[in-house]
């Protein structure tokens, strides 16, 4: 392995250099089948063809203009993302999940700030969540790992055991809490969906309280479960969504969506960002959006993370202990250690994710064929049954 990155990563001994559809190929010339798409990035696969269109045509066009002017694809892009967003009026563009997060937790201080003064600034995220890796959003990640070596963090995080509607009453207090913000589906601790009864309860005492209701869509957004928003499938209304990762493809983006309560909360002046809504990055966005936010697009994630789900379920494997998920966002406990499994899949041709110490990810690309489900999951059968 290159020895010129720092090493914050624990990375498998490969090197690719070509990806098509759901493969990737290495430099020797061996091909892998893309169970990944890099972290839930790639939603449409590796060398999409109207996604090479447009990233190239916008190239050839412009590639970037600062924020003191517009450019025509960008508000295109944030036109349709906006409307994608049932309930969200405004968006603010920048490049990264972690960005999108901090301006989520900067909206909820100044709404609360404008609207009842100093104090109440606190914000509520979950135990075992994971917001993102700069100083604010390790702060708001709930989980003690994190919070090694990197202090002092930025104040005013709280957090509480996920499923404890309880706890949650005593956490979201008026007078110091100015927002929530929750993963519908805790991506990295381990494809954990968030019970409809806690959600319903969340909703209910931010509304009442004037507690902004943020949803941390950054992996589970766009289509990933099967609706354009994970938190469709509860039936609440957020007034803060944040999107990354697969919104455009695979060019780095980030969005703050804001609905009636906060959409006019910062005001000019108050958060910026040079790439924010990069042409580039909105032309892809487009095409992903385009291409997504449409029922049977939608109905085939459902489908084919149904079809993942039940073959997994239906080998009644001695080494699976669970199988969740939705969509194409899918967790499989395992009882032996899942990064021996990753390595293991990765000899056999199969890319696979873990999320904790004992659970393997999938967070396929969504345009991968019934055919080359099969074929993963028969590598991966192999996988468990000989690792
Ligand atoms: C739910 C969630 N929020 C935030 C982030 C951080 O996103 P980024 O790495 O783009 O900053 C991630 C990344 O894994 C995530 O899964």
Same mark, same amino acid.
């Given at each position: 392995?290159?020895?010129?990155?720092?090493?914050?990563?624990?990375?498998?001994?490969?090197?690719?250099?070509?990806?098509?559809?759901?493969?990737?190929?290495?430099?020797?010339?061996?091909?892998?089948?893309?169970?990944?798409?890099?972290?839930?990035?790639?939603?449409?696969?590796?060398?999409?063809?109207?996604?090479?269109?447009?990233?190239?045509?916008?190239?050839?066009? =412009?590639?970037?203009?600062?924020?003191?002017?517009?450019?025509?694809?960008?508000?295109?892009?944030?036109?349709?993302?906006?409307?994608?967003?049932?309930?969200?009026?405004?968006?603010?563009?920048?490049?990264?999940? *972690?960005?999108?997060?901090?301006?989520?937790?900067?909206?909820?201080?100044?709404?609360?700030?404008?609207?009842?003064?100093?104090?109440?600034?606190?914000?509520?995220?979950?135990?075992g969540s994971f917001h993102g890796r700069t100083?604010?959003?390790?702060?708001?990640?709930?989980?003690?790992?994190?919070?090694?070596?990197?202090?002092?963090?930025?104040?005013? =995080?709280?957090?509480?055991?996920?499923?404890?509607? *309880?706890?949650?009453?005593?956490?979201?207090?008026?007078?110091?809490?100015?927002?929530?913000?929750?993963?519908?589906?805790?991506?990295?601790?381990?494809?954990?969906?968030?019970?409809?009864?806690?959600?319903?309860?969340?909703?209910? =005492?931010?509304?009442?309280?004037?507690?902004?209701?943020?949803?941390?869509?950054?992996?589970? $957004?766009?289509?990933?479960?099967?609706? =354009?928003?994970?938190?469709?499938?509860?039936?609440?209304?957020?007034?803060?969504?944040?999107? *990354?990762?697969?919104?455009?493809?695979?060019v780095p983006v980030g969005a703050v969506l804001? $609905?009636?309560k906060a959409a006019d909360v910062f005001e000019? $002046?108050?958060?910026?960002?040079?790439?924010?809504?990069?042409?580039? *990055?909105?032309?892809? $966005?487009?095409?992903?959006?385009?291409?997504?936010?449409?029922?049977?697009?939608?109905?085939?994630?459902?489908?084919?993370?149904?079809?993942?789900?039940?073959?997994?379920?239906?080998?009644?494997?001695?080494?699976?202990?669970?199988?969740?998920?939705?969509?194409?966002?899918?967790?499989?406990?395992?009882?032996?250690?899942?990064?021996?499994?990753?390595?293991?899949?990765?000899?056999?041709?199969?890319?696979?994710?873990?999320?904790?110490?004992?659970?393997?990810?999938?967070?396929?690309?969504?345009?991968?064929?019934?055919?080359?489900?099969?074929?993963?999951?028969?590598?991966?059968?192999?996988?468990?049954?000989?690792?």
């Amino acid at each position: 392995m290159a020895d010129v990155f720092m090493h914050t990563y624990h990375r498998l001994p490969v090197t690719f250099v070509k990806g098509e559809g759901a493969w990737l190929t290495d430099v020797p010339g061996k091909r892998y089948l893309d169970f990944t798409a890099g972290i839930a990035v790639n939603c449409l696969g590796h060398g999409y063809p109207a996604l090479v269109k447009a990233i190239t045509e916008q190239a050839a066009r =412009f590639n970037h203009v600062c924020n003191y002017y517009q450019s025509d694809v960008s508000v295109a892009f944030a036109e349709r993302l906006v409307a994608a967003c049932a309930g969200m009026r405004k968006v603010f563009l920048g490049n990264s999940g *972690a960005e999108a997060n901090e301006g989520a937790c900067k909206i909820a201080r100044k709404y609360s700030l404008k609207k009842y003064g100093p104090g109440r600034h606190r914000i509520v995220t979950l135990k075992g969540s994971f917001h993102g890796r700069t100083i604010t959003t390790l702060s708001a990640t709930g989980q003690e790992k994190f919070h090694r070596d990197f202090g002092p963090f930025t104040e005013g =995080f709280l957090f509480v055991p996920p499923r404890d509607v *309880a706890a949650l009453d005593r956490a979201l207090d008026p007078s110091s809490v100015a927002g929530l913000l929750i993963e519908a589906i805790q991506g990295e601790s381990g494809i954990l969906p968030q019970e409809q009864a806690y959600i319903d309860a969340a909703a209910r =005492f931010c509304a009442e309280r004037d507690i902004l209701l943020m949803f941390d869509e950054v992996q589970c $957004g766009v289509g990933r479960t099967g609706t =354009f928003l994970a938190c469709e499938a509860y039936g609440i209304q957020p007034d803060v969504v944040t999107l *990354a990762k697969g919104l455009s493809g695979g060019v780095p983006v980030g969005a703050v969506l804001a $609905g009636e309560k906060a959409a006019d909360v910062f005001e000019t $002046g108050d958060h910026g960002s040079t790439f924010g809504g990069n042409p580039l *990055a909105a032309a892809a $966005g487009l095409v992903v959006l385009q291409t997504v936010n449409n029922p049977l697009f939608l109905k085939e994630i459902v489908l084919k993370g149904e079809k993942i789900q039940t073959a997994l379920t239906s080998w009644n494997h001695p080494a699976i202990k669970d199988v969740r998920g939705r969509g194409l966002m899918i967790g499989v406990d395992i009882t032996t250690e899942a990064w021996s499994m990753l390595e293991a899949a990765l000899a056999k041709g199969l890319l696979i994710l873990s999320a904790g110490p004992n659970t393997l990810r999938f967070l396929p690309p969504y345009t991968i064929t019934d055919a080359e489900i099969d074929q993963g999951l028969g590598i991966l059968k192999g996988v468990l049954d000989s690792p």
